[in-house]
C-alpha cells in the first residue's frame, strides 16, 4: 500500500481565498484524522470520521472549515475564506478501528499551508 | 483534566552520544502510550508503544520505558545518529473512548 496520500503538498494562497485539501487513506482503515500542527499549538485533531462518518468535530475552529468524506478513499477539508492564522501543516491520518489492533495512526506528509 | 507534558523542548547534542526523553502524563483510564518521530517535513512514524504491563521495549537503539505508577515514560537513544534529527512526540490513548492526548513534542538536533 502507498499509505496516506495527501495533495497538494505546498498551498500558497491569499487572504479570502478558498482552500481545499485531500486525502486518500489507507486501503481497509475505518477511521480518518484531520490534524492542524503548528509550532505554537503542536497538532491538534480537527475532525475524525468513522466508515465515512464524522464523530467529533469539535476541533474544528469555525465555520470557515468544513470536512467531507464521501467515500472510504477520499476526504477534503476545506477552508472558506482563509485566513492568515489558518497558516500550518494539515496532516490527514487513518487507522484500524481501536479494538482491533493498537491503533496506530499512520499519516500522509502533510499539506503545508500558507496564506498571505 | 487529561494532559501530556514532554521535557525538554529541544535538546542538542553531539553524534554517538545518548540522550534521554521524557513524557509525563496525567491520563486517566489509561490504555497505551506511544512515540512518534516526526522527521521534518515528514508525518509522525510510530517508533513504539507501551501498554499498562510494559515496562521497557526497545527498537533497535530506541529503547522507551514506562512507570505507571508515577505515570511517566521516557525514550533514550543509544549511540545517536545524524537521522535521529527529529521531533518526538509522545501519545497516551484514553482506555474509555480511545481518545489521544498528544505531547507537544522534543525536538532532537545531533550535531556532527
Known amino acids: 500500500d502507498a499509505g496516506v496520500i495527501q495533495s497538494p503538498r505546498h498551498e500558497v494562497t491569499e487572504m479570502g481565498q478558498e482552500v481545499t485539501l485531500r486525502c486518500k487513506p489507507i486501503?481497509?482503515?475505518?477511521?480518518l484524522f484531520w490534524y492542524r500542527q503548528t509550532m505554537m499549538r503542536g497538532l491538534e485533531l480537527l475532525i475524525y470520521?468513522?466508515?465515512?462518518?464524522?464523530?467529533?468535530d469539535s476541533g474544528m475552529p469555525e465555520d470557515r472549515f468544513s470536512a467531507k468524506m464521501p467515500n472510504a478513499s477520499f476526504s477534503t477539508l476545506k477552508i472558506q475564506p482563509s485566513e492568515p492564522r489558518d497558516s500550518a501543516v494539515y496532516f490527514c491520518?487513518?487507522?484500524?478501528?481501536?479494538?482491533?489492533?493498537?491503533?496506530?495512526?499512520?499519516f500522509g506528509e502533510g499539506s503545508r499551508l500558507t496564506v498571505l | 483534566k487529561n494532559q501530556v507534558e514532554q521535557s525538554p523542548q529541544s535538546l542538542i547534542i553531539l553524534e554517538g552520544k545518548n540522550c534521554t526523553l521524557q513524557c509525563n502524563y496525567t491520563v486517566s483510564p489509561f490504555s497505551n502510550l506511544r512515540w512518534y518521530k516526526q522527521d521534518t517535513g515528514r508525518g509522525p512514524v510510530s517508533l513504539t508503544i507501551?501498554?499498562?504491563s510494559e515496562n521497557t521495549k526497545s527498537n533497535g537503539r530506541y529503547t522507551a520505558t514506562l512507570d505507571a505508577d508515577t505515570k511517566q515514560s521516557s525514550l533514550h537513544i543509544t549511540a545517536s545518529q545524524l537521522s535521529d534529527s527529529a521531533s518526538y512526540i509522545c501519545v497516551v490513548s484514553v482506555r474509555s473512548n480511545y481518545q489521544l492526548i498528544w505531547g507537544a513534542g522534543t525536538k532532537l538536533i545531533i550535531k556532527p
Open positions: 486501503s481497509g482503515h475505518d477511521y
Open positions: 470520521f468513522n466508515n465515512n462518518v464524522p464523530i467529533d
Open positions: 507501551m501498554t499498562f
Open positions: 491520518a487513518s487507522r484500524n478501528p481501536p479494538d482491533r489492533d493498537t491503533g496506530e495512526l499512520f
